[in-house]
């Protein structure tokens, strides 16, 4: 069964820096693009990075380039995030998000999210 | 970047009725499109890609359609669990891969 579990999320104050992680378990990781998804308090869905299983690719929303790094440990089954320059507007639950063998999207499994807050 | 606009904002449909939720996109996504339902609290899970074919587990009163720039999700007959948000998604045109802003499907 695939389970992806999301962590490193918490009170962080603007300009500062965090790390996302995702556990992944119950599919071969490194055969995999993933991606991260964000919802702000109340609204829609955003996707914001993602990730060739092989990591040789890396995508970013035009919002967070050059403040987010998209990575993964494929021997660890671990996708990462590291957001710098935090902004108030990235305060949002964060999903990591696999993709179908062989595909950049959509998305068949979420994990349950982990939620970032930028405030002072 | 494609804009995806969902109508209505909100669906007010009783148990058992036929509920129908608009996508439509503001440049051509071919039949790359995909619905999320999303509850309370919860992460999305993924019902139709490429515009019709239903994901795995996802039951056959959930049906999409449509290609370009109009796509319809329909729910033949309302259960319980069906009251949620959802979204559509293109991927035909990225980055970044764009949701529409959701549709509230509630009790009436």
């Known amino acids: 069964e695939v389970h992806l579990l999301e962590s490193g999320g918490g009170l962080v104050q603007p300009g500062r820096s965090l790390r996302l992680s995702c556990a992944a378990s119950?599919?071969?990781?490194?055969?995999?693009?993933m991606s991260w998804v964000r919802q702000a308090p109340g609204k829609g869905l955003e996707w914001v990075s993602g990730?060739?299983?092989?990591?040789?690719?890396?995508y970013y929303t035009d919002s967070v380039k050059g403040r987010f790094t998209i990575s993964r440990d494929n021997s660890k089954n671990t996708l990462y995030l590291q957001m710098n320059s935090l902004r108030a507007e990235d305060t949002a639950v964060y999903y990591c998000?696999?993709?179908?063998?062989?595909?950049?999207?959509?998305?068949?499994?979420w994990g349950q999210g982990t939620l970032v807050t930028v405030s002072s | 970047e494609i804009v995806m606009t969902q109508s209505p904002a909100t669906l007010s449909v009783s148990p058992g009725e036929r509920a129908t939720l608009s996508c439509r996109a503001s440049?051509?996504?071919?039949?790359?499109l995909a619905w999320y339902q999303q509850k309370p609290g919860q992460a999305p899970r993924l019902l139709i890609y490429?515009?019709?074919t239903r994901a795995t587990g996802i039951p056959a009163r959930i049906s999409g359609s449509g290609s370009g720039t109009e796509f319809t999700l329909t729910i033949s007959s309302l259960q319980s669990e069906d009251f949620a948000v959802y979204y559509c998604?293109?991927?035909?045109?990225?980055?970044?891969?764009?949701f529409g802003q959701g549709t509230k499907v509630q009790i009436k």
């Open positions: 998000a696999k993709a179908p063998r062989g595909q950049l999207v959509p998305f068949d499994y």
């Open positions: 119950g599919f071969t990781f490194s055969s995999y693009t």
């Open positions: 990730i060739s299983g092989g990591a040789s690719n890396t």
């Open positions: 440049q051509s996504v071919s039949s790359d």
């Open positions: 490429g515009a019709s």
């Open positions: 998604q293109q991927y035909n045109n990225w980055p970044p891969w764009t």
